[in-house]
């Protein structure tokens, strides 16, 4: 990479930009399933607060 770019500090600039983009594509799924699988979380979790405690927990 550093022969393409012919310096140390763009193989760097370049190298953190490309590593971003591929980060962020990753990362975009995410967003659009986030709400669901709190909501299935906070679910799963009342119910073992039921099993634990032998008694209905309550919506706040």
Known sequence: MV???????ATIFWSTLIFGL???CFWI???F?????????NDIMKKRAV????????DE
Do not use: N
């Open 29 to 31: 799924p995410l967003f």
């Open 22 to 24: 591929i980060s962020i």
């Open 3 to 9: 022969t393409m770019t012919g310096s140390f500090s």
């Open 51 to 58: 099993l634990l405690s032998d008694q209905e927990v309550r």
């Open 33 to 41: 399933t986030a709400e669901k699988d709190y909501k299935e979380i």
